[in-house]
């Protein structure tokens, strides 16, 4: 099981996705219930996306979020999980094969990946997909854990 987290610097989306790569749960919520019910309640890797300097100023929310990142990983290393932080110019070349690549072309790309098209992908209530669920900052979430998985070498703890 595969625990992964889009943080952002009041509220995280995170999404749960078993061995069979089907999205078990996710959601978007504050980043005080992630530390004291998500993470406690998970057995398995967490995959977090994390910050990367790109060489511009930057305001007190990016400083916030890389605080959070923080937190979740020393939560996660005390509780004895694995943790991998993810850059999102590598989610985005290993998606989309560009740097340039927006939220709806990483979307996009595990739409097909899962696949192909939207109603093998995400499916309908009556007959959902393995991404049945997923939303809005959560694609974020998945993109990370399906880019963690694809790493040759992927890097916990760093």
Same mark, same amino acid.
């Given at each position: 099981?595969?625990?992964?987290? +889009?943080?952002?610097?009041? =509220? /995280?989306?995170?999404?749960?996705?078993?061995? =069979?790569?089907?999205? !078990?749960? #996710?959601?978007? &919520?504050?980043?005080?219930?992630?530390?004291?019910?998500?993470?406690?309640?998970?057995?398995?890797?967490? @995959?977090?996306? $994390?910050?990367?300097?790109?060489?511009?100023?930057?305001?007190?929310?990016?400083?916030? $979020?890389?605080?959070? @990142?923080? !937190?979740?990983?020393?939560?996660?290393?005390?509780? %004895?999980?694995?943790?991998? !932080?993810?850059? !999102?110019? =590598?989610?985005?070349?290993?998606?989309? %094969?560009?740097?340039?690549?927006? =939220?709806?072309?990483?979307?996009?790309?595990? &739409? +097909?990946?899962?696949?192909?098209?939207?109603?093998?992908?995400?499916? /309908?209530?009556? #007959?959902?997909?393995?991404?049945?669920?997923?939303?809005?900052?959560?694609?974020? #979430?998945?993109?990370?854990? @399906?880019?963690?998985? #694809?790493?040759?070498?992927?890097?916990?703890? &760093?």
């Amino acid at each position: 099981m595969i625990l992964a987290l +889009d943080p952002g610097p009041v =509220d /995280t989306a995170y999404v749960r996705v078993g061995d =069979d790569w089907r999205v !078990r749960e #996710a959601d978007h &919520i504050s980043n005080q219930h992630v530390l004291d019910v998500v993470l406690p309640s998970h057995r398995g890797q967490v @995959v977090c996306e $994390t910050m990367q300097s790109m060489g511009m100023a930057v305001g007190v929310e990016v400083f916030e $979020t890389c605080i959070w @990142v923080g !937190r979740y990983w020393q939560v996660a290393v005390a509780a %004895g999980l694995p943790f991998a !932080r993810v850059r !999102r110019t =590598d989610i985005k070349m290993h998606l989309c %094969g560009t740097t340039t690549a927006k =939220d709806p072309n990483i979307r996009q790309a595990l &739409i +097909d990946q899962f696949g192909p098209g939207k109603e093998a992908a995400v499916g /309908t209530k009556r #007959a959902p997909g393995p991404l049945y669920g997923v939303a809005n900052h959560e694609w974020s #979430a998945l993109a990370a854990a @399906v880019t963690w998985a #694809a790493s040759p070498r992927p890097q916990e703890g &760093i």
